[in-house]
Nanobody, 121 residues
């Protein structure tokens, strides 16, 4: 079955940059959409960025102009480039894929394990 593995998190100073990666193992029949979520202490999990099957992207207002979601279909990987990071960006970041696998005829969601991003001086 499909597994999503995240990497790229860490500690960075305000104004710095990080790039998160989420790579899939297993056979994928079709991709409907890929998402990045984040959850900060004391806050609800929020949708940060979306990329659709056609390549269309959307972002939550708080990260527009600073974050960029992209993908490499051949490598079965989605990225989140985060620039000009702020302390409020501190959270656990999760990737989520809405896909159809080779063994199921209906689309399903899959989650990565989460990666910690800490923005602090």
């Amino acid at each position: 079955q499909v597994q999503l593995v995240e990497s790229g998190g860490g500690l960075v100073q305000p104004g710095g940059s990080l790039r998160l990666s989420c790579a899939a193992s297993g056979s994928i029949f079709s991709i409907y959409a890929m998402y990045w979520y984040r959850q900060a202490p004391g806050k609800q999990r929020e949708l940060v960025a979306t990329i659709t099957s056609t390549g269309s992207t959307n972002y939550v207002d708080s990260v527009k102009g600073r974050f960029t979601i992209s993908r490499d279909n051949a490598k079965k990987t989605v990225y989140l480039q985060m620039n000009n990071l702020k302390p409020d960006d501190t959270a656990v970041y999760y990737c989520n894929w809405f896909i159809k696998t080779m063994t199921t005829g209906t689309p399903s969601t899959y989650w990565g394990q989460g990666t910690q991003v800490t923005v602090s001086s």
